[in-house]
């Protein structure tokens, strides 16, 4: 085993003899001496090669990433030589005996940082992909989040719990993996799209607090933030409040920026309702590093007899709002305002207009529009010469996503986004329900097990699109990083809940009578959340791409170009499950 990682070698190592082994990530053979960059995964280390040493012939035809074992002497740089960039930089290993422990083949591709490898030959070859500084950093990153995760969870007194793999399926709204049963004929295991289930029986097996960090399945469209298999922190806590769960989270948030970042994150992390965020922010999972705030124009536009604005708002709940974007009178040509106005109008709005100021005035077609509310208009926005007004009509949910989606567009466009900032920031007081039109039902905004909130003693069966819920959801820089909910503990509210998402007694006794059941035996209050660790990482990373942050991950479709998966399986496999394909 090494004593010491090559790439951590430094002054306090000069005039030792050492054997350095690592793989060769350059090499500069001037013909009377030559210098190699030598790599372990801890970084690298200038390896002084003489010809007057026996083994300099060694280097001829040496391909990159062969692995070398070189003794020899570590000597200090002279100043003028020091590369401050490298943690070893103030030394070299002077060789004097070198011994090829493994070569390396032409590679496929430059590993070189800078190197523009394509997804899928950076993917075919990952393990030589994996032995990039960056990504290697990225896999240390993921494993320092980890580990101070664990350690936070472990001190407040969490046990960790595993759960099956090979399961039931859960709700959470996405579709199932399925892996067919040998043994029961015509039988499926679902793989979990989270434990979500199981560690509330761990509640109701009085384990009071469990975390895991566990993978869950999804059988979903892929994006950029997204993947078929991904793995959460997963946690749940008995008599708990939103706000024990959420003091919880916080700190253990913070103490991961601490030990990935250095930085000490010492305000609380601000909270937001659901409704504020889709009104000041159009998301919610409201990106706060920049303002850009959206602002409600419906009841300035009421009389107002343009067409533009009376089209929106004849529409169902019909708004007109807008965003103000600084300064951006120059920033586009037609071709891109042509790209927003796209962007926007695919969300099914009525209509997008935008109007630049210049002397104090709204410019262009909404000119005569607005011309009797011109102060009240700039006002609202803050807006002065130069910036641009971007107005959005039709049914309001629409005219926030669209305007939402916008803002992000325009912040990214408009290069108004601090990379350095982390703002996190809680939503709560969600809608336990929405309507979903194409299952003609009700569907629940988390997941059927979540409490309703019901303060105000209204029946909930009455008005069910009113109520809401005890759910919290954890945002960092625009991604939803995570969220959970207090839980429904007694048996008749949870069948309650699931009639009102359509299911028959039949229904939910068949596929969750073994839960129902275990609400009546004693069971405590309780509530968690789970955390996307791929995002966190990701987002910590400064990636944009989850693919980054995961040792293995599946492509754009789904798919493993390494291992070649999925694939066609035996005839012997299919029967021995009893399947037969379809075309
Ligand atoms: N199981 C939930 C999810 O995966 C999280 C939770 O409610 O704890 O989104």
């Known amino acids: 085993m090494k004593e010491r990682f090559i790439g951590n070698y430094g002054l306090e190592q000069v005039g030792q003899k050492v054997t350095a082994k690592g793989w060769v990530a350059n090499i500069r053979n001037h013909g009377k001496l030559a210098f190699i960059e030598l790599r372990d995964r801890e970084g690298l280390l200038q390896v002084f090669v003489n ?50 422990i493994a070569s390396s083949k032409t590679l496929p591709f430059e590993l070189d940082n800078h190197a523009h490898a394509g997804e899928e030959i950076r993917q075919k070859y990952r393990y030589l992909d994996l032995r990039r500084e960056k990504m290697t950093a990225n896999l240390k990153l993921r494993h320092q989040v980890t580990k101070t995760i664990r350690d936070y969870l472990n001190q407040a007194d969490f046990i960790d719990v595993e759960t099956p793999y090979l399961t039931k399926s859960t709700p959470e709204g996405a579709r199932d993996f399925l892996v067919p049963s040998r043994v029961f004929k015509n039988q499926f295991y679902a793989l979990p799209q989270s434990p979500q289930m199981l560690k509330q029986l761990l509640m109701g097996a009085g384990l009071e607090r469990y975390y895991q960090i566990v993978r869950c399945f999804r059988d979903e469209d892929l994006r950029g933030d997204r993947q078929p298999e991904f793995t959460q922190v997963d946690l749940e806590m008995s008599f708990v409040s939103e706000e024990d769960v959420r003091n919880l989270v916080e700190g253990m948030l913070k103490a991961v920026v601490k030990a990935s970042r250095g930085v000490e994150l010492t305000e609380d992390f601000p909270i937001i309702s659901y409704e504020q965020a889709m009104r000041r922010f159009g998301s919610d999972k409201p990106d706060t590093r920049f303002a850009m705030e959206l602002k409600d124009l419906t009841e300035l536009s009421r009389g107002n007899s343009s067409l533009f604005l009376q089209k929106g708002l004849k529409k169902d709940n019909g708004a007109v709002m807008g965003i103000c974007a600084k300064n951006a009178g120059k920033a586009f040509t037609n071709r891109q305002m042509a790209a927003l106005k796209q962007l926007v109008m695919d969300f099914g709005v009525a209509g997008f207009a935008t109007a630049t100021i210049a002397d104090g005035q709204v410019t262009g077609s909404l000119k005569s529009t607005f011309k009797d509310h011109n102060a009240e208009l700039l006002d609202r926005f803050e807006a002065e010469d130069g910036d641009v007004i971007f107005f959005v009509t039709g049914s309001l949910k629409r005219v926030q996503e669209a305007l939402g989606a916008l803002r992000v567009r325009l912040a990214k466009d408009l290069d108004l986004i601090d990379d350095s900032k982390l703002n996190f920031l809680w939503v709560v007081d969600w809608p336990l329900l929405e309507w979903n039109d194409d299952l003609g039902r009700y569907q629940a905004m988390h997941h059927p097990f979540t409490q309703g909130a019901f303060e105000d003693g209204s029946d909930w069966k009455e008005n069910p699109e009113k109520m809401m819920s005890r759910a919290y959801d954890i945002v960092l820089n625009g991604y939803e990083i995570g969220g959970g909910s207090l839980r429904i503990h007694e048996r008749s509210t949870q069948e309650t809940m699931f009639e009102l998402l359509g299911m028959k007694k039949e229904d939910y006794e068949r596929d969750f009578g073994f839960f129902l059941e275990a609400l009546e035996y004693g069971f405590p209050p309780h509530g968690g959340l789970a955390l996307g660790l791929d995002r966190l990482v990701m987002i910590l990373a400064g990636e944009e791409n ?14 493993d170009a390494m291992l070649e998966s999925p694939s066609s399986v035996s005839d012997q496999q299919l029967a021995d499950l009893r399947l037969d394909l379809r075309d």
């Open 546 to 559: 989850i693919r980054e942050v995961i040792a293995f991950p599946k492509n754009g479709q789904g798919a």
């Open 51 to 100: 010809s007057d040493i026996a083994d300099f012939d060694k280097l001829h035809d040496l391909h990159k990433e062969s692995i070398l074992a070189v003794t020899g002497e570590i000597v200090a740089r002279d100043e003028r030589f020091v590369n401050p960039h490298l943690k070893s930089g103030q030394v070299e290993l002077r060789a004097e005996k070198i011994e090829v």
